[in-house]
Each structure stands twice: as C-alpha cells, then as structure tokens.
C-alpha cells in the first residue's frame, strides 16, 4: 500500500531488501526518468504485500511484490492487481495507474509491478493529526469511504475491459470454499469455531444480486484521503484480490474490519482503527444502500463471510511468521487474533436472522 508522507517509509527492512542494481538496470528505458541513480525505502504499513518507494532523481514510483516464502495460490496475485490498475483508473480516479508488470522474478526475486504514487493520509490505529480537531473529521472520512466503495461498484467493468476477470456466477459459494482451503493449509491447530462458521455459510448461501467490480479487501487502511480535506479519497490500494462478483462482499469484508465501542474488549484490543466518533456499522450499511440502491437485507451473511476470510488472512500473516519465513515481528501479534475473530464470526453467525 502506498504511502503519504516520508514518515510513512522507512529504511527498507534487512529480510525484505533485493538487489537494487539488477532492479535499476530492468527498468532502465522501461519507466520514464530510470535512466537516473535509483533510490529505494520501504513503505511501513500493511501485512500482506510488501511495498517500496523508487525515486529517480525526484520522479517517484511505487513498487509491490508479494510476500516472503510460500503463498496461498491465487492470492497476492500482482498480474492481477497490474491488470485492474492498467485500466480502471480510466473509469475510477482512486484506482492508481500501474505502469510495468514484471513477470520474471530474476530482477528482485519475484514478480512485481510499479505503479504511481499518490499522497495523501492513511489512517490506521488512531487519527492523523493533521485531521485532529476537525470537525466531524471521523463521520467525514466514514462517508467518503462508503461513497467510494458505492461509487466503485457502479463502474461498468465491460467499458474498461475488465468482463475477463472473474465469473459472478457462483461467487459467493467459490468464496466460502476457498476461503475454507486456504484455512486447512494456514491453521495450526483444531478450531470448532471455524467448523460452525462454514457450516453455516454454505447452509445460507444467498442469490447473487447484480454482478460488479469487488475489490476483496475494502478497507479504511487501504484508503487514501486528502491531507486538507478528511471528506475526500484520493486513492483506493491493494487490489491484487479484485474480481467480479456480489459487491455486497466488499460491503461485508468493510463491516468485518470496523470498529465499534461496544465490540467485546478482546475484539476492542485488536481494533486496527480508532472508534471515538466514527459512525457504526448499521450507518455503513444504510449509507451504502442509500447511495448505491443496492437491496442490503441480506447484509448478515456477507458480514460472517468477511470475519471467515479475516480469520483465514490472520492464520496466513501468522503462520508465515510462526514458520520463519519472516522476522518481522509486527506479524506475531497476528496468533490470537485468528481465535478472537473466529468467536467473533460464530457469534455473528448464531445471531443472524435470515
């Protein structure tokens, strides 16, 4: 995910460095301005895909590759994220335009693509302070996040040549079940808790409404907005999941990571956004359905599907880490939350009504 300030990127970590000559000489004559001395630093954030900063003589770029070691097949797909960027910043101006896709993992050690930077604010744990004492900073980045998602979802994915990425039929049942492969291989251990949840997803399967883009990860941290204006998105990442399909699962996937006051405390303790002034995830939904006229009754399955695939993306940061096959130490913190998000999706579940 692309960062906003030098702040947001650091020295890159020593596990996660390439060899910045080979990767300067292959893009040298493929990027506007490579032909400069190449400088590189890594943005901080996020868990998944790992991100850094080129710059040539002052031209900057943003570089994604996958993880380190072993990963789950189909996801952290950067062919795919290159082929949506390539093309829906045409139809979606939050989309970053990606520019190179690099299939041959000789130049770092595994394909990657660069694509434009964008500036701006991400907000994580708590709330920048260029938007502390705005007022109603926290309801104005709230809405401009699900009037982004909305508007995301009325884009005509044929028009931009996107009719290829996925097929909608099915989706929802091709999501519970690979979901549910992906857990077999990531778990450390025996979950009831797990079992219930997909045993009751497969029992409530719901029609699919009209079919759209899905971007699979919606989130507020994948969100940029503009540093004078909380109001106003500048930029939409990580889309190296994005499909077509329900979009009632982007929906579904955004009500999974919000944060309420009233969650239970072990749930509280693992927020990954701040919740003091931030509307609930009932106003999500009615700003959702006001502004994309999309029918959300059926809201309470998308919201379990989305808790099922966080716990399913947690055991895979986690389990990369518990094996070794990074040192970062950010990614520990990733074991309970699998336990806490399962009770979280079961209890979900148990008191749907459908």
Not at 33 to 56: C, E, I, W
Not at 178 to 199: I, S, T
Request: hydrophobic share 45%.
């Amino acid at each position: 995910m692309a960062a906003a300030t030098p702040d947001d990127t650091i020295p890159v970590r020593p596990d996660e460095r390439f060899d910045e000559g080979r990767l300067a000489e292959y893009l040298r004559g493929r990027l506007p301005g490579a032909d400069s001395p190449l400088t590189v630093r890594q943005f901080g954030g996020g868990a998944a895909n790992l991100t850094y900063l080129l710059t040539f003589d002052g031209r900057e770029y943003v570089l994604r590759r996958p993880p380190l070691g072993p990963v789950a097949p189909r996801s952290h797909d950067m062919a795919r994220e290159h082929r949506v960027l390539s093309v829906l910043h045409q139809a979606y101006p939050l989309a970053p335009r990606a520019f190179l896709y690099c299939e041959d993992p000789s130049p770092i050690g595994s394909p990657f693509f660069v694509m434009e930077r964008r500036r701006g604010v991400v907000v994580r744990r708590a709330i920048p302070e260029v938007f502390a004492g705005v007022p109603g900073a926290e309801r104005r980045l709230s809405e401009a996040l699900v009037d982004a998602l909305a508007d995301l979802h009325a884009v005509d994915y044929r028009a931009v040549g996107l009719e290829a990425l996925g097929r909608p039929e099915g989706f929802l049942e091709r999501q519970v079940e690979g979901w549910w492969e992906r857990w077999q291989k990531a778990r450390l251990g025996e979950m009831a808790d797990m079992d219930v949840v997909y045993a009751w997803l497969k029992d409530h399967l719901p029609p699919i409404g009209a079919a759209g883009l899905v971007h699979n990860d919606y989130k507020l941290d994948n969100a940029m907005f503009a540093a004078e204006d909380p109001g106003r998105l500048v930029a939409v990442f990580d889309w190296d999941m994005c499909t077509l399909g329900d979009p009632l699962a982007d929906l579904g996937s955004l009500l999974c990571y919000w944060s309420e006051s009233g969650d239970p405390p072990a749930l509280r303790a693992m927020a990954m956004m701040p919740t003091e002034g931030f509307p609930g995830r009932a106003e999500l939904v009615d700003r959702y359905a006001a502004r994309s006229r999309r029918d959300v009754s059926g809201i309470a399955f998308h919201h379990v599907l989305g808790l099922f695939r966080l716990v399913v993306i947690a055991a895979q940061i986690y389990v990369r880490f518990h094996r070794g096959q990074t040192r970062d130490q950010r990614f520990g913190a990733f074991g309970p939350l699998v336990a806490v998000v399962a009770a979280a999706a079961r209890s979900r579940a148990e008191a749907a009504r459908l």
